[in-house]
């Protein structure tokens, strides 16, 4: 008899949990009636063009090429944005309608402050869904949406959307600024793109370094005596080497004054990369030092004096942000290639 009850608690707890998973898995937009909710875009490989203003004036386009995105026709975007974007038109769904009482509100806020975004498929001139991103919710797990559709009009509804795989809000995917689209890539070079890198370590020369490249064949020498290694770590060389082939910064530091940026500038960088390529151009970064928040997370006054994730750094006369992780990489020094 109990054996028989158990069996049929574990049907209904199996069927409970079944509706559940397919309740959240269609708390899409074709849960609502309002045909202006249906948000998403499944196939995200025939979105070919994206356009996003803001109501600051901005506005940038991105256009799919073989390969890659660009960015207002003649840069590269930064393709792990393309992709949050895309998972964004593919994943959206509906956390829940604007209530009645703050719908007018709502849209008069949109229409204040929103970023418009314009999605375009199969290499049509007409927009297939226009979305209008709001601000957050009061938990900042949710963004307010409302959506255009050409030939239909603009909803009166506002939504709360969510992402199931982020927790938090959409509206930074949405940059109208072509700086946070642009690549930012340093280095790119395969092991034949190039003639030499240098790497000069300013706080200890001794391990600064050179590579020259002829043919298959690297000659690894001291900066500061110009000679070369006797005995050649190959294997190390090779692996130094694939550091360089996808190499980005994260961002331009848009936070430093110009005074600050005189200040950095008169200090002695940390490390300078250099690498001359085949036709004799070279393309150098400078790394310096960033000074840590005064401030902590929890509004203390901070003991750290440098940022333990980034540095400044210093690329074709800007200022940059680059990790820690991504370029200690090539921070090697003249004994780790051999003797």
């Known amino acids: 008899m109990h054996k028989k009850r158990n069996l049929i608690l574990l049907a209904v707890l199996a069927l409970t949990s079944a509706g559940v998973f397919w309740l959240y898995q269609n708390k899409s937009s074709k849960s609502f009636e309002d045909s202006f909710a249906d948000f998403s875009v499944k196939d995200t490989a025939s979105i070919d063009k994206i356009i996003i203003s803001d109501t600051e004036g901005k506005m940038i386009t991105l256009k799919r090429k073989a390969g890659f995105w660009s960015l207002n026709d003649s840069l590269e975007a930064r393709p792990e944005l393309i992709n949050l974007a895309l998972g964004a ?81 959409i509206t930074p995917f949405f940059y109208a600024d072509y700086l946070e689209w642009m690549a930012t890539p340093v280095f790119r070079y395969r092991e034949n793109d190039f003639k030499n890198i240098t790497v000069q370590l300013y706080a200890k020369p001794e391990g600064s370094f050179s590579i020259d490249r002829v043919g298959r064949f690297y000659t690894v020498r001291s900066l500061a005596s110009g000679k070369p ?111």
């Open 89 to 169: 038109f593919r994943d959206v769904i509906i956390q829940s309608p604007i209530g009645a009482k703050a719908k007018e509100n709502t849209i008069r806020f949109l229409a204040a402050r929103h970023k418009q975004v314009q999605i375009f498929q199969n290499g049509s001139d007409t927009p297939t869904k226009i979305w209008y991103v709001g601000d957050a919710n009061q938990s900042h797990f949710g963004t307010t949406l409302l959506q255009e559709i050409p030939g239909k009009g603009k909803a009166d509804q506002p939504y709360i959307i969510e992402l199931p795989w982020h927790k938090g809000f």
């Open 229 to 339: 290694l006797q005995k050649l770590d190959s294997l190390f060389v090779k692996d130094y080497i694939k550091g360089y082939e996808k190499l980005y910064f994260e961002c331009y530091d848009k936070l430093l004054s110009p005074q600050q940026e005189d200040s950095v500038l008169q200090t002695s960088p940390l490390y300078r990369i250099a690498v001359t390529e085949n036709d004799g151009q070279v393309n150098e970064i400078k790394i310096y030092r960033k000074k840590a928040p005064s401030y902590d997370m929890e509004g203390e006054l901070s003991v750290v004096k440098y940022d333990v994730d980034r540095y400044n750094g210093y690329y074709k006369n800007r200022f940059v942000m680059v990790q820690h992780y991504a370029f200690d990489k090539l921070l090697a020094e003249l004994n780790n290639f051999g003797e």
